[in-house]
C-alpha cells in the first residue's frame, strides 16, 4: 500500500487513536481486576486491529509492536501469564510509544527492547525498570537489582549502628581530642554515606503521577464530567517501596474526586463556577519528609451527611453528632465502614472508603488531613516519611525494655498529673489541646505489667488512626536515628509490632506501630 | 451474473480503516456493488437481508466474531461464497474457517494482486 498510502493517513490516524484508547482503557479496568476476560479480549482484539492496519500503512515498527502485545495479551487470556503490577506501568508506556509513533510517522524508537521485554514478562517484573527509560535518561545509569540496593541499606545501617556502639564505648568519655576529632569526621562520613544511600532508592513521584491524567481523563468522561488535572511538583523524589506503597491511597483520592467531589458540568454552571472542574496533584519536600496535596474544586464534603451516616452507622451517637465541631466531623471521614457515596458506582464506591486510605497512608508513617468548604472544594495533604528504611524514633521504656515510636506518628510527650485524668463511659481521658484524648497503658497491649505511676506520669500522645491517642509510659528517652529490621514472620514478630531496631548498646528494641496499640 | 459491476460483495470488518481499503482494493479491481458490516451480528443481518454474492469477514471483531458469523451464516445459507480476512499467523483459524465452510482466505495487509485473484477463483466457483 505504500504507493498511495497517505490518501489513508488520516483515517488510520483517527482509528489508530480510539484503538490505543481502548487498550488504555481495558488495561485502566485491568488494573482492577486482572482476569477480566471481556477486557482482556477487548485489549487483544485492539492490538490486533491496529497491527493490521500497521501493516497495511506499511508502518513496521507498529506493527512489530503491536504484534507484540498481541501476542502478550493472548498469553494472558489463555492464563499462560500473570499482569503483574510492573507490567502494568509498563504497558501503559508502551501504549504511549505506539501512540507517539502513531501521531509521528517518523519517530525512530527502540522498538527491539520493547519487543525483547513484552516477549520476556517474567523479566520484565523483576526489573520494573523500563526500556523507554533506558534510552531517554539523560544522566547515565545502570540497572541494579533492588534486592542489592536493600543490603546496601541494610550494611549502612548495620554500620550506624556499630557507630553509635563505638560511641558510647568510647567515643562520649575520651579526652584524647585525635579520638574526639576522629569520631566528628566518621559521624559525618557515616551520615553522608547513609545519605547518598537512601537516595539511590529515591524515585521521583513523576512514575506513578504520569499514569493519573489517563485515570481521571477516562472515569470522567465516563461519567460525562469535564475535569482538568494539574500536576506540580513531579521531580520530588520518594523511597521506591514509600512511592510504591502510596500509589493505591492517591489512585483511590483521585477517583473519589473525580467521582464524588467535581459536579456535573450543568451543575457547576449553576453554582458559578466553570463547567470544567480542577483536581491539583501536588509534591513539595518539607524537611525530612514529602508533602503531596489532592486538591478539587469541587462540591466539597458534606459534613452534616457525614455525621448523620456516622449516627445511622451507629459510629456515633446523635447528641455526639449535634455536639459536633465541623473538625471533629471531618476526623470522622477516616473511620472505617463510614462511605458517604450516594450510590456505588464502579468507580471509587466498592465499599473501600477514605479509611483504607488513612491506614494504607499511616502504615508508611505518613499523615493524612482534610480540609474543605461547602461548595468550593476539598484538599487533602498527607505527609509522607522520604524514606522507611532510616526513620526518626523515640526511645520509650516500659519496665525497664525499651521501645521505638515512630517520630512520624508523635504529637507531643507531657507529664500528667494523674488528678487531672477524667472517666468518661469507664475509660481514663486527658485534656490536650482542648481535646479529648484517650489514655491506654502501653504495657497492656504488649502484655507487660506496668507498674503504675503515682502523682505525675508520663503520656506520650501519638496519632492513631487520624487522631491523637495517649499512651503511658514510664519515661521517654532520647530522639534518635534508627535503622528499621523488618520482624519476619516465624515468629518473632507480635500483633503490635513487626519491626524493630538494634540499639547502640546492642540490644533489640521493639519499634511500636500506635495503630495497633 | 458474471460481470464484476453487478457482483455485490458485503465487506465485514470493524475497522473503518481496514474496510476503506478493502473497498477501494475492489473498486479498483471493477467490484462497485459494495456492502459494509461493522460486526459480525450487523452481517448477519446484512447478509439475510441482502443476499450478497460475496462476502469477505474479519475475524477478530466485537460481540459475534468472524467465526461465529460465518457459522450462522453457513447455516442460513450453505451456499454462501465467504472469504476470510485473517492475518498471517492465524493459521488454525483459516483452516478452521474452511471447515465451517469458507471458500478461500486473504491476508493482511492486502496485496491487490492477491486479493483479485481469490475473488475470480471464488467467482469462478460458482
Do not use: W
Not at chain 1, 523507554?132 to 540496593?149: E, F, G, N, W, Y
Not at chain 1, 532510616?390 to 500528667?416: A, D, F, W
Not at chain 1, 508520663?458 to 519515661?475: C, E
Not at chain 1, 535503622?483 to 533489640?508: H, M
Amino acid at each position: 500500500m505504500s504507493d498511495d498510502k497517505s490518501a489513508y493517513r488520516d483515517l488510520f490516524v483517527q482509528e489508530a487513536h480510539e484503538h490505543v484508547q481502548n487498550m488504555n482503557e481495558a488495561l485502566l479496568k485491568l488494573e482492577e481486576n486482572p482476569k477480566s476476560k471481556e477486557h482482556l479480549d477487548s485489549a487483544f482484539r485492539s492490538a490486533h486491529t491496529l497491527k493490521g492496519m500497521a501493516a497495511t500503512m506499511g508502518y513496521d515498527q507498529i506493527k512489530e509492536l503491536c504484534k507484540a502485545i498481541e501476542e502478550l495479551f493472548d498469553k494472558f487470556r489463555k492464563g499462560e501469564e500473570n499482569i503483574s503490577s510492573e507490567m502494568f506501568s509498563y504497558l501503559f508506556k508502551c501504549f504511549d510509544t505506539v501512540q507517539e509513533m502513531i501521531d509521528d510517522e517518523n519517530k525512530k524508537v527502540n522498538v527491539e527492547q520493547y519487543l525483547n521485554d513484552l516477549r520476556n514478562p517474567a523479566s520484565l517484573a523483576k526489573q520494573g525498570e523500563t526500556a523507554s527509560q533506558q534510552h531517554s535518561a539523560l544522566p547515565q545509569t545502570i540497572r541494579v537489582k533492588m534486592q542489592d540496593l536493600d543490603s546496601l541499606v541494610d550494611l549502612v545501617g548495620e554500620l550506624l549502628i556499630a557507630k553509635m556502639r563505638l560511641e558510647q564505648m568510647v567515643g562520649n568519655n575520651t579526652t584524647d581530642n585525635r579520638v574526639r576529632h576522629t569520631f566528628m569526621s566518621l559521624g559525618r562520613l557515616v551520615s553522608d554515606l547513609q545519605y547518598q544511600t537512601m537516595k539511590l532508592r529515591l524515585v521521583p513521584v513523576e512514575q506513578i503521577f504520569n499514569r493519573f491524567p489517563r485515570m481521571i481523563r477516562d472515569v470522567s468522561s465516563s461519567q460525562g464530567k469535564s475535569v482538568k488535572l494539574e500536576m506540580d511538583g513531579l521531580g520530588i523524589e520518594l523511597d521506591r517501596t514509600v512511592l510504591d506503597a502510596i500509589t493505591d491511597p492517591l489512585l483511590h483520592m483521585l477517583r473519589n474526586a473525580v467521582d464524588h467531589a467535581i459536579e456535573m458540568p450543568d451543575e457547576r454552571e449553576g453554582a458559578g463556577k466553570s463547567r470544567t472542574g480542577t483536581i491539583r496533584l501536588a509534591a513539595s519536600k518539607v524537611g525530612d519528609r514529602v508533602m503531596i496535596t489532592v486538591e478539587d474544586d469541587g462540591r466539597g464534603i458534606d459534613l452534616e451527611r457525614v455525621k448523620a451516616k456516622a449516627v445511622e452507622k451507629k459510629i456515633i451517637t446523635k447528641e455526639e453528632a449535634d455536639a459536633m465541631t465541623d473538625d471533629e466531623a471531618l476526623d470522622l471521614v477516616g473511620t472505617p465502614g463510614l462511605s458517604t457515596a450516594k450510590q456505588v458506582t464502579d468507580i471509587s464506591g466498592r465499599g473501600v472508603g477514605m479509611d483504607v486510605v488513612f491506614s494504607q497512608i499511616e502504615l508508611v508513617g505518613g499523615q493524612v488531613k482534610i480540609e474543605t468548604k461547602k461548595g468550593q472544594g476539598t484538599r487533602f495533604t498527607l505527609l509522607i516519611p522520604l524514606s522507611l528504611a532510616i526513620i526518626g524514633g523515640l526511645l520509650i521504656t516500659i519496665s525497664n525494655e525499651k521501645y521505638v515510636l515512630p517520630l512520624s506518628s508523635v504529637i507531643s510527650t507531657m507529664r500528667v498529673d494523674t488528678k487531672s485524668v477524667k472517666i468518661v463511659h469507664g475509660k481514663e481521658v486527658i485534656m490536650f489541646r482542648d481535646q479529648v484524648v484517650p489514655l491506654a497503658r502501653t504495657g497492656n497491649a504488649l502484655g507487660i505489667k506496668q507498674q503504675d505511676s503515682s502523682d505525675f506520669m508520663t503520656v506520650v500522645i501519638v496519632n492513631k488512626n487520624g487522631r491523637p491517642y495517649g499512651l503511658i509510659v514510664d519515661a521517654f528517652e532520647s530522639k534518635q536515628e534508627i535503622v528499621v529490621k523488618r520482624l519476619d514472620s516465624s515468629g518473632a514478630s507480635s500483633s503490635v509490632s513487626s519491626e524493630a531496631t538494634i540499639l547502640g548498646d546492642g540490644k533489640v528494641a521493639l519499634i511500636l506501630d500506635p495503630a495497633k496499640l | 451474473m458474471s460481470s464484476r459491476s453487478s457482483t455485490k460483495i458485503l465487506v465485514v470488518d470493524d475497522a473503518l480503516f481496514m474496510r476503506t481499503i478493502l473497498k477501494d482494493i475492489l473498486n479498483s479491481n471493477g467490484f462497485t456493488n459494495i456492502l459494509e458490516a461493522g460486526d459480525g451480528a450487523a452481517a448477519i443481518d446484512m447478509y439475510r437481508k441482502n443476499k450478497p454474492d460475496i462476502t469477505t469477514m474479519d475475524v477478530n471483531m466485537p460481540g459475534t466474531d468472524g467465526m461465529q458469523a460465518l457459522k450462522s451464516i453457513m447455516a442460513m445459507d450453505p451456499a454462501a461464497k465467504i472469504i476470510m480476512v485473517t492475518s498471517v499467523e492465524q493459521k488454525q483459524i483459516m483452516q478452521d474457517a474452511i471447515k465451517a465452510g469458507a471458500k478461500d482466505y486473504v491476508v493482511k495487509p492486502f496485496d491487490r494482486a492477491m486479493v483479485s485473484a481469490v475473488l475470480s477463483k471464488v467467482m469462478r466457483g460458482r
